[in-house]
């Protein structure tokens, strides 16, 4: 098993659209979990940080579940502006800083 | 702030050419760390620099090394470069109490034929 697995889309859907990303992780001692945004050919940048009771930020929600080594992220109201990969990344279980990300799941959000 | 800054953007190197990729920082933190990104892969780590003076190999350090200059600067040199070093390498940095909060240079393009 992959450390950590997307479905790497695309996801092509239509302006004001709920879309939710799921991610696997393999390690069951792994501790921090966090989803990151990258824009075609630009760096990735922090997108939110995935808290055990789940938590929200303006149209996007995270959450996790532990027993099934789950992650996910809900975008609603998708905005043309949110079109990008969204990396799944889990820290590194023992690391200083020692990031393991997903592959990615592209997202599009058409007119 | 510039935040991270990488040079060069892009680069094309002949088979068993070497050459230093540049990055630094801005922002006062402490970890540092090298990346790179391939089609279809995740980010990989190449190498991580905790702290001045310290630095560690990731999970994919073979054909790289690095020097943490100062607590600025972070260079990852390729001694004698392969194709299958063809790649966007990026940079990070982030404060000792928020490691996972890595911030990203813009990368350097790579490519070795």
């Known amino acids: 098993r992959k450390e950590v697995e997307q479905d790497p889309g695309p996801f092509n859907v239509p302006e004001g659209a709920t879309v939710a990303f799921n991610c696997t992780y393999s390690n069951s001692a792994s501790q921090s979990f966090f989803w990151y945004r990258q824009d075609c050919r630009k760096e990735p940048k922090l997108l939110m940080s995935?808290?055990?009771s789940g938590n929200e930020d303006g149209r996007f929600t995270a959450q996790l579940n532990r027993a099934s080594q789950y992650i996910s992220l809900l975008i609603r109201d998708s905005k043309l502006s949110d079109s990008a990969t969204y990396l799944c990344v889990v820290l590194r279980v023992g690391s200083q800083g020692n990031l393991i990300f997903g592959k990615g799941t592209k997202l599009s959000v058409k007119p | 702030n510039a935040g991270v800054t990488q040079t060069p953007k892009f680069q094309v190197l002949k088979t068993g050419q070497s050459m230093t990729l540049q990055c630094a920082q801005d922002?006062?933190?402490?970890?540092m760390y090298w990346y790179r990104q391939d089609p279809g892969m995740g980010l990989r780590l190449i190498y991580y620099s905790a702290s001045e003076g310290t630095t560690d190999k990731g999970e994919v350090p073979n054909g790289y090394n690095v020097s943490r200059l100062n607590k600025r600067e972070f260079s990852l040199r390729l001694e004698s470069a392969a194709p299958s070093q063809t790649s966007v390498y990026f940079c990070a940095s982030s404060e000792l109490a928020r490691l996972y909060e890595q911030y990203f240079g813009p990368g350097t393009r790579l490519t070795v034929t």
């Open positions: 995935v808290y055990s």
């Open positions: 922002m006062n933190h402490n970890s």
